[in-house]
């Protein structure tokens, strides 16, 4: 299932999760597509899985920078640490941003991004309470979604920029979500 889901990444990337074909995806994993339905019908039963592995991996994630996570953080300090390691994931996991960002596509995409959209989300204001104990869970939770968009508005523009432009973006980002979050 690893090697299909690893597969599916990879063409997802190339062509974007609407154009992708379980065809295309069992030739990537070097098998037969009866090989392929064994494991996965289709190619929603596809994105399930990959939304399913990416809400695991991100809740390792944020549990592991969760941990970290004191009062005494400095907020520009933890911003910019989770910013650069979004930024680095993104270069890591090019399908996963291809899904974050689903948009009219279709219906079954657009709920699959709203759910990694509200893990994340739910995940940062987990982080703000821990960094503000006095914030009400609701209030984490705004400010959570809001960051959350944030980052997914900046995100494309930073992929498709020359490096000193995205290095800049990146840079205010961090400024934007320090000011707002403060």
Partial sequence: MADILDAAELVIADVGYPEMTTNQVAARAGMSPGSLYQFFRNKE???DGLVTRYTDEREEFWAA???????????????GRLVDESVAFKTR??????????????????????RLH???????AELLRRRSPGLEPERAL??????V????????????AAPERADALVAELKVMLVRYLD
Avoid: H
């Fill in 45 to 47: 039963e596809i994105l």
């Fill in 142 to 147: 705004t400010l959570g979604t809001m960051a």
């Fill in 65 to 79: 920078r969760l941990a970290e996570v004191t009062p005494e953080v400095p907020l520009e300090a933890l911003v």
């Fill in 149 to 160: 968009a944030a980052v997914k508005a900046v995100m494309p523009l930073v992929s498709t």
């Fill in 93 to 114: 996991s090019p399908a996963y941003w291809a899904l974050l960002y689903g948009s009219a596509t279709g219906d079954r995409l657009a709920a699959a991004a709203g």
């Fill in 118 to 124: 509200e893990a994340i989300a739910g995940q940062v």
